[in-house]
């Protein structure tokens, strides 16, 4: 399979192990927008995080998403809500990816 981070893919295959709402993500194809790229730059991550948020806001399964996220402490953009934002709801990943910054908004 080629998915590339757990949640988000593009491969036509269905995968018995997803759960059952991410065959309604509207992001698939769109990687990049969810999960940061190697050392990137704050305001870039601002300008992305946005960007994804805008996605979401349109996704019918955006409440899943980020429950999905939180009891499972992915990494990235899930359902709206940054790491950043998951850990001020008290869902700290273990390694956070580009540590806490200040977020827009
Ligand atoms: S809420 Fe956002 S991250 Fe989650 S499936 Fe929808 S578009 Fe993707």
Redesign the pocket.
């Given at each position: 399979m080629s998915m590339t981070t757990e949640?988000?893919t593009t491969d036509p295959v269905v995968d018995l192990t997803r759960p059952a709402w991410?065959e309604r993500?509207?992001?698939a194809g769109h990687t990049e927008l969810?999960f940061a790229p190697h050392a990137e730059r704050p305001p870039a991550r601002l300008r992305r995080e946005a960007a994804?948020r805008q996605?979401?806001m349109?996704?019918p399964?955006?409440v899943d998403?980020?429950e999905h996220a939180r009891i499972n402490l992915e990494y990235g953009?899930?359902?709206?809500e940054s790491e950043a934002e998951r850990a001020d709801a008290g869902y700290v990943v273990a390694a956070p990816i580009g540590g806490r910054i200040a977020r827009a908004g």
């Open positions: 949640g988000h991410m993500a509207i992001c969810f994804a996605v979401c349109r996704c399964v955006r998403c980020r953009l899930w359902g709206g």
